[in-house]
């Protein structure tokens, strides 16, 4: 589905699949959409919203939340208690990137496992685990990310995702997973995003990613533990009131964003081969698995600063991750015309320099 907005832009938007705008659906049916007060649980088109999310998630209820920082830290908020310790990747988006909100809001410690692209090892979880001692804090939660942002959108297979669960569960521990992109990482395994999550107590995915929702993410558990998410969703912020007015776009994003995400894959995979090809360039293909596309510069050539700006200039517009590595992310708004644009803005830069 390509919409208006896809086509009226005058630069390429490469930073994230967080620049999406909604389609002219999504306004329509934002425009049309019956609310109610939600802290009384009578917003109807948010209720609808839960109740579609959970039945694709094959879990018992979902919630919808501002954002998916507000989604992971509810989440462990109502996983842990205070003291609690925390497993996560190394490069995880909850420890890296959500302010400190595990140590802020839950007062849990974490404790951090190197992956190999960002991907975790089910022995080195079973190592990480701590045993009963009045020294060590409790291991109460495993958090998992599918795909792994930092990673550059790696996916765990959902037969590890199944064994890391098993490691966790079968120590005591609640496994929580950052879902973010999780419809991608599906789409990637080829399997339906129900069987990608059934291991995890929890799941956390956005709406206003690849998915192209102006705003929000979904919670999804028990619903006992959904009952103690809205608790927890309250304390930071995130009780809402006439908020169908964003719950109907995302509805539309699960109902005919979601098939779609294949095309974003090939876009960046077409992207990543050829960027591989040009000398400045270091791209390790077998992270490229959804639509993150992330490479080194040599650092003999220049920065990636100074190459995106110079990529600015002829109306391409991404990220630095590092002072030399950049991320291109596809996504509905960038076409397979505009990736042909791109490469050749790219080579021209490469050729000026």
Not at 142 to 151: S, V, W
Not at 211 to 233: M, Q
Not at 242 to 257: H, K, N, S, T
Request: charge should be negative; aromatic fraction near 4%.
């Amino acid at each position: 589905m390509i919409c208006k907005e896809a086509t009226d832009l005058d630069y390429i938007d490469l930073r994230s699949d967080t620049v999406t705008r909604p389609t002219e659906k999504m306004r329509r049916a934002m425009a049309a959409a019956e609310v109610g007060d939600d802290v009384y649980g009578e917003d109807p088109t948010i209720n609808r919203l839960q109740e579609l999310a959970a039945e694709i998630l094959g879990k018992e209820a979902a919630l919808f939340v501002p954002s998916g920082t507000m989604g992971n830290q509810a989440c462990l908020m109502a996983h842990t208690q205070r003291g609690d310790e925390v497993l996560l990747e190394e490069q995880a988006h909850i420890f890296l990137y959500e302010a400190g909100g595990a140590a802020l809001l839950s007062q849990c410690q974490t404790r951090t496992i190197p992956g190999e692209n960002g991907i975790l090892d089910p022995d080195q979880v079973r190592d990480a685990i701590r045993g009963e001692n009045i020294h060590f804090p409790r291991s109460s939660l495993l958090c998992l990310e599918n795909t792994h942002n930092r990673a550059g959108g790696t996916v765990t297979p959902p037969e590890l995702m199944r064994e890391l669960a098993g490691v966790a569960h079968s120590a005591g521990l609640k496994v929580h997973l950052d879902g973010a992109r999780v419809f991608n990482a599906a789409c990637a395994a080829g399997v339906p995003v129900s069987e990608m999550v059934d291991p995890v107590d929890s799941v956390q995915f956005c709406l206003s990613k690849g998915l192209a929702a102006p705003v929000g993410s979904i919670v999804a558990g028990s619903r006992a533990f959904i009952d103690r998410c809205l608790g927890t969703r309250k304390i930071l912020g995130g009780g809402m009131r006439q908020a169908g007015i964003l719950a109907a776009a995302g509805i539309i994003a699960l109902e005919e964003m979601v098939e779609r995400l294949a095309e974003d894959h090939e876009n960046a995979r077409q992207l990543a081969e050829a960027i591989a090809e040009m000398d400045p360039f270091i791209v390790d293909l077998d992270t490229v698995q959804t639509n993150i596309v992330a490479f080194d510069v040599d650092p003999e050539w220049f920065t990636a600063a100074d190459f995106l700006a110079e990529m600015g200039k002829r109306g391409v517009r991404a990220n630095p991750v590092s002072p030399q590595r950049i991320r291109l992310v596809t996504h509905y708004e960038v076409s397979r015309a505009n990736i042909e644009t791109t490469l050749e803005a790219m080579n021209e830069v490469i050729s000026s320099w």
